[in-house]
């Protein structure tokens, strides 16, 4: 323990700490620890989004199943609908298309 302590740049103690779970010590402190233990590409693992299966689906809950739009964008999306139908969209209707 005094040699994982003394790599990770800390104090017996802390890694006791560590060991115990104790949830007080720095996030810092546990990587220098996984670090000195060659357990470093764990830490990948502990912060990856993908293996929160809790998180993940608590946030699926939050999603909404609507949008709605407020009545500004609403206007704004009509006229853009209305813009892209009167454009030709490929280069032989480019040709055909009268020009004013």
């Known amino acids: 323990m005094e040699i994982v302590a003394a790599r ?15 949830p007080r010590v720095a996030m810092g402190t546990w990587a220098g620890v996984l670090f000195a233990l060659g357990l470093a590409n764990r830490l990948r693992d502990l912060a990856a989004p993908s293996s929160d299966e809790l998180g993940l689906s608590l946030e699926g809950e939050r999603l ?4 709605h739009l407020p009545k500004s964008s609403r206007k704004t999306t009509k006229r853009l609908k ?10 032989s209707q480019q040709r055909r298309a009268p020009k004013t």
């Open 8 to 22: 990770a740049l800390t104090t017996r103690q802390t890694v006791s700490r560590i060991e115990k779970g104790d």
């Open 64 to 67: 909404p199943t609507q949008i």
């Open 82 to 91: 209305a813009t892209d139908q009167e454009r030709p969209t490929s280069a």
